[in-house]
């Protein structure tokens, strides 16, 4: 048979195990009142009380990824994929952010031409960054020109001075 509470009737088997589980995992000791000497604080059976409103789920996700630390990488990627509306349509149709690294937003742009116009543009851009994205950490944009081939690297590199006229 089980115990008894004070004064009470004898505990099952499945309620001396959760009061056993509350009292290791539950951080508090169980004491047993009686109904007569409990007092209802009636701030408790308040049903819509302060700290009882269910909370919507944008609000828990927000403070999810701000206790994880994952505001910043959010807001990076969220500026990724909307380089569009940032930039506007006509120059992201002629460029594509690349990636961002250490505080620095790095565009790809079709050409040369777009590529300086972009660098002219900077200001603009980034004031729109800080505006819309503060939490990206953006300090600065580099625009890329096409790729084009190079021989500073590769097969066709030569070390030291290269290969100079040697008549003169």
């Known amino acids: 048979m089980a115990e008894p509470l004070s004064g009470g009737e004898p505990l099952s088997e499945s309620a001396r195990v959760y009061v056993r589980f509350k009292e290791l995992f539950g951080g508090q000791k169980h004491y047993a009142r009686s109904k007569r000497n409990r007092k209802i604080d009636p701030a408790e059976s308040v049903p819509f009380g302060h700290g009882r409103d269910p909370k919507g789920v944008g609000d828990v996700l927000g403070a999810l990824t701000s206790q ?34 250490n ?35 953006i300090d600065s944009i580099r625009f890329l020109g096409p790729n084009v081939p190079t021989f500073k690297r590769g097969p066709r590199s030569v070390q030291g001075r290269g290969v100079r006229d040697t008549y003169g």
């Open 103 to 137: 505080g620095v937003l790095t565009v790809q742009c079709e050409s040369t031409a777009w590529a300086t116009q972009l660098r002219l543009m900077r200001v603009d851009i980034m004031t729109h960054i800080a505006v819309r994205y503060p939490e990206a950490g």
């Open 68 to 101: 994880l630390g994952w505001d910043s990488p959010l807001a990076q990627s969220e500026l990724v994929s909307n380089w569009t509306e940032l930039a506007g349509e006509e120059t992201a149709n002629h460029s594509s952010p690349v990636g961002i690294e």
